[in-house]
């Protein structure tokens, strides 16, 4: 079973815009991650919030985390044809495992 | 550094045979997780293993094995293949628990 459902499940942008896509999940965390993945390749990790925290940004990239509504947002800012990928919510219940949601996946039109 | 390498890339099996997929770990990276793609169920946890020990396994039968060596390699095998086992296999290395993961390619796997 998934511990994380984001929404939405697929989000079409012109390049320039931004996109935001959210997480949501059951139970108590350690931290939360988001991946990205190109055409069924390796996942690429993009940033990691700990349970802390409430905000971070990498490049483009911002993420919250509220954790008393379980849940988190990636927002990508003034997107790029590059950024065309399936996005993942992971998230890191210090069981050695990550547990990953059912993905969004971003096209960006040119 | 060099990144996360497995090995095959790709592979064709039939049911009833088995299979083993390679994970060669970041250097220094001490914990490796096995995860299972495929379209109806997405990234599935597999295992984890840290210094040779399997701490976590994920809900998968007991046809889904793996090991970890001294120098941090890991395995994993699939015995008496099934049809729904095609999936691609994503290998990832973490330093320690509670850090970002780097993934592999991954090995796709078709079981015919």
């Known amino acids: 079973s998934q511990q994380g459902e984001e929404d939405p499940q697929a989000l079409s942008i012109q390049e320039g815009e931004n996109a935001t896509m959210n997480c949501s999940y059951k139970?108590?965390?350690?931290?939360l991650q988001w991946y990205r993945q190109n055409s069924g390749r390796g996942l690429v990790h993009l940033i990691l919030?700990?349970?802390?925290?409430r905000e971070k940004h990498s490049g483009r990239l911002r993420v919250t985390l509220d954790t008393s509504k379980k849940s988190s947002s990636l927002l990508i800012t003034a997107s790029r044809a590059a950024d065309t990928a399936s996005y993942f919510c992971?998230?890191?219940?210090?069981?050695?495992?990550?547990?990953f949601g059912a993905g969004t996946t971003v096209t960006v039109r040119a | 550094k060099a990144g996360v390498t497995q090995t095959p890339r790709y592979l064709i099996k039939t049911r009833g045979q088995q299979v083993t997929l390679s994970c060669s770990p970041i250097?220094?990276?001490?914990?490796v997780s096995w995860y299972q793609q495929t379209p109806g169920q997405g990234l599935q946890f597999l295992f984890e293993?840290?210094?040779?020990?399997?701490?976590n396994k994920g809900n998968f039968p007991g046809r889904f094995s793996g090991r970890q060596f001294s120098n941090s390699r890991s395995e994993m095998n699939v015995s008496t293949l099934e049809l729904g086992d095609s999936a691609l296999y994503l290998c990832?290395?973490?330093?320690?628990?509670?850090?970002?993961?780097?993934f592999g390619p991954g090995t796709r796997l078709t079981v015919l």
């Open positions: 992971a998230t890191d219940a210090d069981d050695y495992k990550l547990s």
């Open positions: 990832a290395s973490s330093f320690t628990s509670g850090n970002e993961q780097f």
């Open positions: 919030i700990r349970s802390n925290e």
């Open positions: 250097s220094g990276h001490r914990s």
């Open positions: 139970t108590s965390i350690n931290n």
């Open positions: 293993y840290f210094s040779e020990t399997q701490r």
